[in-house]
């Protein structure tokens, strides 16, 4: 069962498509099934996949079938490989977090624990949130360039399996001992800010969501369903200030230090110099110049009822059919 607007139930067609190479895949996709079922939650079909590139085809197939309720377990990289067929349309995303970080999940209050989310499917409400937007393809939490594209380097399945939540800052210690610096040009076509030339940057990043990284805050007032993202760019400077700033990531408050330049809009050009390779959600998939932009209302999702991240808005002009 899935929440409508007025906060009565519906039946919906549900597919379960479990990326099984994740940390607990194997294990939730069979526990998911008996569970659901349990609910209330009947499966028209369910995908256990072992190789995470099949995952889009096979969320595409179950979309071309009619389901509109797409329960996906994975983390975030497996979640941002499907928001590009799920992005304005009416099917609806079920989140089972089973990846290292799970900060998507984490801004919507989803429960990492596989029975809790499952409940969530089943006696959830349903919302809609904003997506970030790089050229074409669609993020959930944050594109940036600089120290990111490093850490994703250093973060290796080996050492996300072995180190668990501490793989994060342990990927990002040597991303930072071989960063090079660069500079950056940051232009607003909606003119709600001035140019601006930032040099001798660490890193550049554009937060869509509030979490990102292993449970990093992109700022302190920083939400998914507010019509903006959060740009903030980090200057490399002395190490006692790097330090201050690293000091204050989960809470986001870094963003206030003085090496630190933040900002709020809804579109951004960013180019770099040297040109820059940009990660979006973990992956590698573009290099500056780019334009990002914000999404809203681009995504459906089920959460739990005490979620305070997102709101259902009736107004959806732009959904798409299956297919």
Same mark, same amino acid.
């Given at each position: ?18 990326? %099984? ?9 069979? !526990? #998911?099934?008996? =569970? ?9 079909? #369910? /995908? ?16 071309? !079938? ?50 809790? #989310? ?7 409400? &349903? ?24 850490? %994703?380097?250093?973060?290796? *399945? =080996? ?9 994060? *800052? ?16 940051? %232009? ?5 800010? !001035? ?31 507010? +019509? %903006?993202?959060?740009? /903030? ?32 809009? @809804? ?8 040109? +820059? @390779? &940009?990660?979006?959600?973990? !992956?590698?998939?573009? =290099? ?16 739990? +009822? ?9 107004? =959806?002009?732009?959904?798409? *059919?299956?297919?």
């Amino acid at each position: 069962m899935a929440s409508t607007s007025n906060g009565g139930m519906r039946r919906r067609r549900a597919a379960l498509v479990v990326n %099984t190479r994740s940390r607990t895949g194997e294990q939730t996709f069979r !526990e #998911a099934r008996e =569970r659901l079922a349990s609910l209330g939650v009947p499966l028209d079909t #369910a /995908y256990a996949v072992h190789d995470p590139a099949r995952i889009p085809e096979t969320v595409h197939g179950v979309l071309n !079938e009619g389901c509109d309720l797409i329960v996906v377990g994975g983390g975030d990289g497996t979640v941002s490989s499907v928001v590009d067929l799920l992005a304005h349309h009416h099917a609806v995303l079920g989140l089972l977090p089973l990846g290292t970080a799970n900060d998507f999940a984490r801004t919507l209050q989803i429960p990492a624990d596989p029975v809790a #989310a499952c409940d969530t499917l089943a006696k959830g409400r &349903l919302v809609d949130v904003d997506l970030g937007l790089v050229g074409d393809n669609y993020f959930v939490n944050v594109a940036s360039i600089g120290l990111a594209v490093d850490v %994703t380097g250093a973060l290796s *399945p =080996r050492l996300k399996k072995r180190a668990g939540s501490l793989a994060y *800052p342990v990927a990002a210690l040597k991303a930072f001992l071989r960063h090079q610096p660069f500079t950056a040009r940051l %232009t607003f076509p909606d003119g709600d800010h !001035e140019p601006m030339e930032l040099d001798n940057l660490l890193q550049v990043a554009v937060g869509n969501g509030r979490f990102y990284g292993g449970g990093n805050v992109v700022a302190p007032d920083a939400g998914i369903d507010d +019509q %903006t993202l959060d740009v /903030y760019a980090i200057q490399r400077g002395r190490h006692r200030d790097l330090l201050g700033v690293a000091r204050h990531f989960k809470s986001g408050h870094f963003v206030r230090k003085e090496n630190v330049t933040h900002i709020t809009t @809804s579109r951004v050009e960013l180019e770099a110099d040297p040109a +820059q @390779s &940009l990660n979006i959600d973990g !992956e590698v998939v573009a =290099r500056t110049p780019q334009q990002v932009s914000v999404a809203h209302n681009a995504l459906r999702v089920l959460v739990p +009822q005490e979620s305070a991240a997102a709101r259902l808005d009736v107004e =959806r002009p732009r959904d798409r *059919p299956p297919g």
